[in-house]
């Protein structure tokens, strides 16, 4: 599966020079409909002095927009070749909509991988911010070799209350890649964290965002 952003350009909004104003996403799901035409699904966080998000929050869906192919080198790595024979753990570490891109790359996985083991640390502020919990959460029902870690920093009760970094530690070894997705105060952090416990360059793959 090759997930990275896709760059929407919006007809119904124009830029100073009268032009559709554009942004880059992740992409959750695409459903193909008919040559050129297909149905997207996103998970955006809303930012009220942005432009797109206060007008996409006030839309009746499903409206039209235009998308470029996808761009960007944050894809999931090729798990059917002997490159990467010796990966036995690939982990996935996220905070708020960074887990997006990881939901078609753990499909993948779960569905052509089952002897990888897969772990997602999924980082929130509370309870309330969960994405895809449902979603998620069956999967831990339904694959053996899926570990599900939501964290959450503002929640006390929670089972795994703090932050992410202090979870997924033990779970690195020299046998694993790592994807990061995120705030990007947590993916330096988490880079940080990652030389230190020994991995090269080779095994840790980051996106980061304000």
């Not at 024979?85 to 570490?93: D, E, L, N, V």
């Not at 502020?125 to 339904?142: A, G, K, P, Q, T």
Request: hydrophobic share 35%.
């Amino acid at each position: 599966v090759s997930q990275s952003r896709y760059t929407l350009s919006f007809p119904e909004l124009l830029d100073d020079n009268k032009l559709p104003v554009q942004r880059s996403y992740s992409l959750l799901h695409w459903t193909a409909i008919e040559d050129n035409k297909g149905e997207i699904e996103l998970c955006i966080s809303i930012n009220k002095q942005g432009v797109v998000t206060p007008w996409l929050w006030n839309c009746s869906l499903p409206i039209e927009v235009e998308t470029t192919d996808a761009l960007g080198s944050f894809t999931l790595r090729d798990y059917n070749g002997e490159a990467n024979a010796g990966i036995s753990r690939i982990i996935f570490i996220s905070t708020g909509t960074g887990l997006v891109p990881f939901i078609p790359m753990i499909g993948n996985l779960l569905k052509n991988h089952p002897e990888k083991e897969v772990l997602l640390f999924s980082g929130n502020r509370s309870f309330e911010d969960e994405l895809m919990r449902e979603h998620l959460n069956n999967w831990v029902n339904e694959y053996s070799m899926f570990t599900y870690f939501p964290v959450f920093s503002r929640e006390e009760s929670a089972e795994n209350s703090g932050y992410v970094h202090q979870f997924y530690r033990d779970k690195i070894d020299l046998n694993c890649h790592v994807y990061v997705c995120g705030w990007s105060e947590m993916c330096k952090e988490t880079r940080q964290n990652l030389k230190a416990l020994g991995l090269t360059r080779k095994q840790y793959f980051f996106e980061l965002y304000d």
